[in-house]
């Protein structure tokens, strides 16, 4: 359906730093639901209840933000720089200061507003990430080792992982394996043989990442060198390099605005890739807060901060093995996404679906919903183990079981019993049963932008489903309710036709069961045609 376009009534303002800010009221109608802006919002969404005015250009609460707002309706709303939005009073009220904001109507459900918006501002590129990502789970060394990252200890994980049943997939190594940031040489007392421990996990069967970021230790040879050359950020109305605060401390940046900085970072990934084996990257921070050109000056002029962040997105295309956690637009692009960390609670657990799906619906359909358990580094330290709720790392990893990716960080077989650690096992057995299935939703995604993990309502327009948060669609085939609760039961809506469980028992769809899911079972249908 073509796309129709509406300019809803606006008046300028003055923003912040003497800019001209122009606002856009959007009436919701009637049994109207919106969704958009930010993936850690996912959990608020569709927005029923009222948003204080949040900041795409300086805010992103962990995760990728996108300047996009979807309707049940039809509608979009599409704007190429970002916009401060409030959504009260059935309005949903946008500042911009590059105009007005088009309100256009491509059709009369959430499915057609999605994927006119794809086509018209983030096709997909016909390429998807390595199948691998999709297959099997991904092991993160972060939860374990914190910044203790060294050889020994990533050698015994890996070979735990094979010890204990699990499936070899991609390894990361995470943050403090290197000598200081902005060098990517490891630490020799901690590594003594780098190029060793790499051969030695592709000998296992791993993928090996290893964890990076845009920042340069101040006082460093990198530092000198590379500010001599005009790599950095610079401070605002000045020559010398900008210093931020960030969560590990206060660096210099590069500012990949420059192509020459980009030129040298990927030069010099590529480098260490062929003298370690290293296989791909996580890409690290990138956060819009980090750019604010209030505060710093680009080789770029008048570059936004989220142009900053989509560089630094960039970079990943050079990388088939990669991840990002900030994001700004780029969707339907071969990046491989995760939610940001959550923390070891049943409300964080119950927060990935939402957002999985607010990820799927702004184009991110590679997305990994964090780590199982949660990647909060907080929930775990000093944490005894004897006072670890076991359970909720079960439903955790049903919940991954079933998404385009799982993600294991803190070791199962250290915090869970034999016998939840069998029902963990079981999970990561049923991802690996379902990857091909996986790969193929990925597929499509990377040929039409469709997301894998889809909300209920996307699928079964008119249904009532359009605040549904705790089942999703796989695909177009599986529909998926887990447990996110610490309750062992719990209610599902069948959308309709005829539906066939995980136990092979069948329901005629269009009504609502209560069952009682035992902490081993995860609850899933397939579509019976």
């Known amino acids: 359906?073509?796309?129709?376009?509406?300019?809803?009534?606006?008046?300028?303002?003055?923003?912040?730093?003497?800019?001209?800010?122009?606002?856009?009221?959007?009436?919701?109608?009637?049994?109207?639901?919106?969704?958009?802006?930010?993936?850690?919002?996912?959990?608020?969404?569709?927005?029923?209840?009222?948003?204080?005015?949040?900041?795409?250009a300086l805010q992103n609460r962990n995760n990728q933000v996108v300047p996009l707002f979807l309707s049940s309706k039809g509608r979009y709303i599409w704007s190429d720089q970002p916009f401060r939005f409030t959504v009260n009073d059935s309005v949903l009220e946008l500042k911009s200061a590059e105009g007005q904001i088009a309100v256009r109507q491509a059709g009369s459900t959430l499915?057609?507003?999605?994927?006119?918006?794809?086509?018209?501002?983030?096709?997909?590129?016909?390429?998807?990430?390595?199948e691998?990502?999709?297959?099997?789970?991904?092991?993160?060394?972060?939860?374990?080792?914190?910044?203790?990252?060294?050889?020994?200890?990533?050698l015994e994980y890996a070979d735990a992982v094979l010890a204990n049943g699990f499936p070899v997939g991609v390894l990361m190594i995470d943050d403090n394996w290197q000598k200081y940031y902005g060098?990517?040489?490891?630490?020799?007392?901690?590594f003594p043989d780098p190029k060793g421990m790499v051969k030695a996990l592709h000998d296992k069967g791993f993928k090996v990442m290893l964890w990076i970021c845009p920042f340069v230790s101040a006082d460093s040879p990198e530092y000198r060198e590379l500010s001599a050359k005009g790599y950095f950020l610079k401070r605002k109305g000045s020559n010398t390099p900008a210093i931020v605060h960030w969560w590990n401390g206060q660096s210099a940046c590069f500012d990949f605005t420059n192509p020459e900085a980009v030129r040298y970072y990927v030069s010099t990934?590529?480098?260490?890739?062929?003298?370690?084996?290293?296989?791909?990257?996580?890409l690290d921070a990138g956060d819009n807060s980090f750019y604010n050109p209030a505060y710093v000056d680009s080789y770029q002029q008048g570059a936004t901060s989220v142009e900053h962040t989509m560089a630094w997105m960039k970079i990943g295309l050079e990388f088939p093995f990669n991840e990002y956690r900030a994001g700004w637009r780029m969707g339907g692009e071969a990046l491989v996404q995760r939610l940001g960390d959550k923390h070891y609670t049943y409300p964080a657990l119950q927060s990935?679906?939402?957002?999985?799906?607010?990820?799927?619906?702004f184009g991110y359909a590679y997305t990994c919903p964090d780590m199982i358990g949660g990647g909060q580094i907080a929930s775990f330290v000093d944490l005894d183990v004897k006072d670890f709720?076991?359970?909720?790392?079960?439903?955790?990893?049903?919940?991954?079981?079933?998404?385009?990716?799982?993600?294991?960080?803190?070791?199962?077989?250290?915090?869970?019993?034999?016998?939840?650690?069998?029902?963990?096992?079981?999970?990561?057995?049923?991802?690996?049963?379902?990857?091909?299935?996986?790969?193929?939703?990925?597929?499509?995604?990377?040929e039409t932008g469709e997301p894998i993990v889809r909300h209920m309502a996307y699928t079964f327009p008119g249904e009532g489903f359009e605040t549904c948060k705790d089942q999703f669609m796989l695909g177009e085939r599986y529909m998926v309710a887990p447990v996110v609760t610490k309750e062992n039961s719990r209610s599902i809506k069948l959308p309709k036709g005829r539906w066939k469980d995980d136990q092979g028992k069948l329901y005629k769809g269009g009504q609502t069961i209560s069952l009682e899911i035992p902490l081993e079972r995860l609850v899933y249908f397939e579509k019976v045609r």
Request: hydrophobic residues 45%; glycine residues 6%; charged residues 20%.
């Open 269 to 282: 990934l590529k480098k260490m890739q062929a003298e370690y084996g290293i296989d791909g990257f996580k």
């Open 132 to 154: 691998l990502f999709f297959t099997v789970p991904q092991y993160n060394t972060w939860i374990e080792l914190m910044y203790n990252q060294n050889q020994k200890d990533i």
């Open 389 to 446: 709720d076991q359970d909720l790392i079960v439903r955790s990893a049903q919940v991954h079981a079933l998404m385009p990716m799982m993600q294991f960080s803190v070791a199962p077989w250290r915090v869970l019993d034999q016998e939840r650690l069998t029902m963990v096992r079981k999970a990561a057995a049923l991802h690996q049963q379902f990857g091909n299935y996986i790969v193929e939703c990925a597929k499509v995604a990377a």
């Open 183 to 190: 060098n990517f040489e490891f630490k020799p007392d901690k």
């Open 1 to 56: 359906m073509k796309s129709t376009l509406f300019i809803l009534f606006s008046w300028c303002v003055t923003g912040l730093f003497g800019q001209s800010m122009q606002t856009t009221t959007v009436p919701l109608e009637r049994g109207e639901y919106w969704w958009g802006g930010v993936v850690a919002y996912g959990a608020r969404m569709p927005y029923l209840e009222p948003v204080k005015e949040f900041d795409l």
């Open 352 to 361: 990935l679906i939402p957002e999985m799906i607010a990820a799927g619906l």
């Open 111 to 130: 499915r057609e507003a999605y994927l006119a918006a794809s086509r018209n501002h983030f096709p997909p590129s016909g390429v998807l990430p390595p």
